[in-house]
């Protein structure tokens, strides 16, 4: 059994870990709070901006647009959002963990060929990839530390831009979404290319979109100012589904941490006041023995 001073010396050490780990839980359900009102204002707004875009796309007479084309796959980019900060439970490990599978197995055959590249977005989805003897082709932590649209907009340019000049025929997105904090869901999306509406439309709900807007000047002008905007905004709304995700992720996984730090305290002490009372039982038996002996 560990003498009095180990277990006191433990004891201290776990009180002093509690302590940070309730303050990182405090610290990240502040954050939460601010990043889960911003995911609940962007999401309406993101959804309404894609039902116009829809409704507009059916209405369009000419459907050929640089963000349709649908081409043979060559080559393919998956874009992973992790982040830049651990003690977030497996938030950074199942979003890895979804691209490898993806690259492993719904693109395996351009995999063979080296053929799709991984765009890491988050330090530590990054180091698990890399431990996992994946090469990263492309970074940009510094995304996840100014999340503004402002700020993202260029690098979100840069992924249209790769994809209308023909450097990638299809744009994955892999990111947590935000669903409550004690829950994350791994989602992926094809963000290009594009899937037309008609592909999951009934003719009575085109025919009905057809007679709900009026267009001026066409549908064309305005799929092609709007539709932009749109992607931007898409992508935006998963950086932002993935911070509210990390700050709710690390909220859960400090509360447990914080817990199981008093679970270990009340084991230690129980610990300790067993082994005081042993060492004053050995004392007074010593004792008790040293009288008898002087007695005979």
């Given at each position: 059994?560990?003498?009095?001073?180990?277990?006191?010396?433990?004891?201290?050490?776990?009180?002093?870990?509690?302590?940070?780990?309730?303050?990182?839980?405090?610290?990240?359900?502040?954050?939460?709070?601010?990043?889960?009102?911003?995911?609940?204002?962007?999401?309406?707004?993101?959804?309404?901006?894609?039902?116009?875009l829809e409704h507009c796309q059916m209405c369009m007479p000419n459907k050929e647009t640089p963000y349709y084309s649908h081409r043979k796959l060559k080559k393919v980019?998956?874009?992973?959002?992790?982040?830049?900060?651990?003690?977030?439970?497996?938030?950074?490990?199942?979003?890895?963990?979804?691209?490898?599978?993806?690259?492993?197995?719904?693109?395996?055959?351009?995999?063979?060929?080296?053929?799709?590249?991984?765009?890491?977005?988050?330090?530590?989805?990054?180091?698990?990839?890399?431990?996992?003897?994946?090469?990263?082709?492309?970074?940009?932590?510094?995304?996840?530390?100014?999340?503004?649209?402002?700020?993202?907009?260029?690098?979100?340019?840069?992924?249209?831009?790769?994809?209308?000049?023909?450097?990638?025929?299809?744009?994955?997105?892999?990111?947590?979404?935000?669903?409550?904090?004690?829950?994350?869901?791994?989602?992926?999306?094809?963000?290009?290319?594009?899937?037309?509406?008609?592909?999951?439309?009934?003719?009575?709900?085109?025919?009905?979109?057809?007679?709900?807007?009026?267009?001026?000047?066409?549908?064309?002008?305005?799929?092609?100012?709007?539709?932009?905007?749109?992607?931007?905004?898409?992508?935006?709304?998963?950086?932002?589904?993935?911070?509210?995700?990390?700050?709710?992720?690390?909220?859960?996984?400090?509360?447990?941490?914080?817990?199981?730090?008093?679970?270990?305290?009340?084991?230690?002490?129980?610990?300790?006041?067993?082994?005081?009372?042993?060492?004053?039982?050995?004392?007074?038996?010593?004792?008790?023995?040293?009288?008898?002996?002087?007695?005979?």
């Open positions: 059994m560990a003498n009095l001073k180990e277990i006191r010396t433990r004891i201290e050490s776990v009180s002093s870990t509690k302590q940070i780990t309730n303050a990182m839980k405090m610290v990240s359900a502040a954050k939460l709070r601010k990043a889960q009102d911003a995911i609940i204002q962007m999401r309406p707004y993101a959804w309404k901006l894609h039902e116009i980019l998956i874009v992973i959002i992790g982040s830049n900060r651990g003690l977030c439970g497996a938030f950074n490990i199942n979003v890895a963990k979804k691209a490898i599978d993806l690259k492993n197995k719904k693109f395996r055959k351009l995999s063979a060929k080296k053929m799709v590249d991984i765009y890491c977005i988050g330090k530590k989805a990054e180091d698990y990839l890399k431990a996992k003897g994946y090469s990263i082709a492309q970074t940009r932590h510094d995304l996840l530390d100014e999340l503004s649209f402002e700020y993202t907009i260029p690098f979100i340019q840069s992924l249209l831009d790769s994809f209308t000049g023909g450097n990638y025929d299809r744009i994955e997105i892999v990111y947590n979404q935000f669903k409550n904090a004690a829950v994350q869901i791994v989602t992926r999306e094809t963000f290009l290319p594009i899937s037309l509406p008609e592909e999951f439309c009934t003719p009575e709900e085109m025919d009905l979109a057809k007679h709900t807007y009026i267009i001026e000047p066409s549908g064309d002008f305005l799929v092609g100012r709007l539709m932009p905007k749109v992607l931007k905004t898409e992508f935006y709304k998963a950086l932002l589904e993935s911070a509210a995700s990390e700050f709710g992720a690390r909220m859960t996984s400090m509360h447990k941490a914080t817990d199981n730090a008093e679970q270990l305290i009340k084991e230690l002490r129980t610990q300790y006041n067993k082994a005081r009372q042993g060492s004053i039982t050995n004392e007074i038996i010593e004792i008790v023995g040293g009288a008898e002996a002087l007695k005979k």
